[in-house]
């Protein structure tokens, strides 16, 4: 059995329980939830979303999530468990479907979680978004307009499935407490979270001595 601190991550469409469960899934673990937007982003972060720049709100992100990565291995360096409510499958596969043109390779030495792709019945899943008492962005309608893109960018990301249909909060963490974390790590590690390229396919360079478009 490995002795590695656990770092799990959530994934999923809005309204799945991301928000909800990760608190939670931290508290039952003795872990650190660790912001993927740290606090630092936050006021950029309104700057960029209230922007239409699909890139340069994924290259915001991924700056995040660079700087939450560190924040990662140091409590894994010291043997704290790690949450985190989305991680960079969320940003790649967002963006992707959102229409980002960026070619993106990530590290190899990135922290790999444990990731558990929550999914809710379309109906009740827009039940829960209704019921939401905050402001929809261009950013949600935007999700919400390219769910059958995002979905399938999301299948590309080695991830542990949890159905959230009909279960309350404290089902869905029993459901998540029941994988076996061991098998279910060297499982979600069998290939890389930066191994789809494929997402976000480079853009073409242009060859030397070719005019500018």
């Given at each position: ?6 770092f ?6 809005r309204?799945?329980?991301?928000s909800t ?18 606090p630092a ?21 991924l ?16 043997g704290?468990?790690v949450?985190v409510?989305?991680y ?35 109906d ?5 978004l ?7 962005t ?9 769910v ?14 949890v159905?959230t ?13 029941t ?25 073409p ?9």
């Open positions: 059995m490995s002795d590695r601190p656990l799990e991550s959530l994934e999923g469409l309204g799945t329980g991301k469960i990760a608190p939670m899934l931290a508290a039952a673990r003795g872990a650190v939830l660790v912001p993927t937007v740290p982003y936050q006021r950029l972060r309104r700057d960029v979303d209230a922007r239409g720049n699909v890139e340069a709100r994924m290259c915001f992100h700056s995040a999530l660079f700087t939450a990565a560190d924040e990662i291995r140091r409590h894994l360096a010291l704290i468990p949450v409510e989305s960079f499958a969320r940003c790649l596969a967002t963006h992707h479907a959102f229409g980002a043109r960026l070619g993106i390779t990530l590290p190899p030495d990135l922290p790999q979680p444990v990731t558990y792709h929550l999914v809710c019945g379309e009740e899943r827009r039940r829960r209704a019921g939401r008492d905050k402001p929809v261009h950013w949600d309608a935007l999700a919400e307009a390219t059958d893109r995002l979905t399938a960018a999301y299948a590309r990301f080695p991830m542990h499935r159905d249909t009909g279960l309350d909060p404290d089902e869905v963490l029993r459901a998540i407490l994988f076996d974390t061991q098998g279910a790590h060297h499982r979600a590690d069998t290939e890389p979270v930066g191994a789809h390229p494929h997402l976000l396919p480079p853009v360079r242009r060859a030397e001595g070719a005019p500018r478009r």
